[in-house]
């Protein structure tokens, strides 16, 4: 199956830095998402993006699907971003989604 | 429109025992997967439902089991509970298929004694 790898396992930042999150992904996907978890443990969608770049205001994202690697921008970071950040990605017809193991982001003020 | 809701939110069970766990799609979407959260395992797919079919199970034993009704609501059963059920479980839903989207709910956290 589809493997998914991000780096940094763990990001520690100032208020007010940015950051990059990258995700590897090992097969071709047609899907490729990233999702934010909050302390309470929901996970809030922030891109579908199987290809190209998005952006949402400080998050940005880019998916490069023929290097099979996205990366996601956080600019100007705010303590409300700290959380876990997931990239997901899913393929064909097995209608899944296959998560990395995600990056922990600690903004401190 | 309504999000996801899952019910309950927190459940405390002992070994031996079975659970239910209960979601409700966003009203029009008729793909619901799940997916179970550990610690030690992360986030992983359990199964995927679309008008009342499952098109994929994930590598979980027989013990858990679901279903989806014909309004699109869902069910996730586990049997003879194990200590290592403990976790959060995940519910997501989108429009058609399985890999859209997803949009999830607050989970269920599962506690067993």
């Known amino acids: 199956g589809i493997q998914v790898e991000q780096s940094p396992p763990d990001l520690i930042l100032q208020e007010g830095a940015n950051s990059t999150l990258r995700c590897n992904f090992s097969d071709s996907v047609n899907n490729l998402q990233w999702f934010h978890q909050n302390p309470w443990g929901q996970l809030i969608n922030l891109f579908y993006?199987?290809?190209g770049t998005k952006q949402n205001g400080r998050l940005s994202a880019t998916t490069v699907a023929t290097e099979r690697y996205s990366l996601l921008y956080i600019s100007s970071s705010q303590t409300t971003d700290s959380g876990v950040y997931f990239c997901a990605s899913g393929g064909g017809s097995n209608y899944k989604l296959t998560f990395g193991k995600g990056t922990l982001l600690t903004v401190n003020p | 429109k309504a999000g996801v809701t899952q019910t309950p939110r927190y459940l405390i069970k002992t070994r031996g025992q079975q659970v239910t766990l209960s979601c409700s799609p966003i009203s029009g979407h008729r793909s619901v997967s799940w997916y179970q959260q550990t610690p030690g395992q992360g986030l992983q797919f359990l199964f995927e439902?679309?008008?009342?079919?499952?098109?994929n199970k994930g590598n979980f034993p027989g013990r858990f089991s679901g279903r989806q009704f014909s309004n699109s609501r869902s069910e996730m059963n586990v049997s003879t509970l194990e200590l290592g059920d403990s976790a959060l479980y995940l519910c997501?839903?989108?429009?058609?298929?399985?890999?859209?989207?997803?949009?999830f709910g607050p989970g269920t956290r599962l506690t067993v004694l």
């Open positions: 993006i199987p290809s």
């Open positions: 439902y679309f008008s009342e079919t499952q098109r």
């Open positions: 997501a839903s989108s429009p058609v298929a399985g890999t859209d989207t997803q949009y």
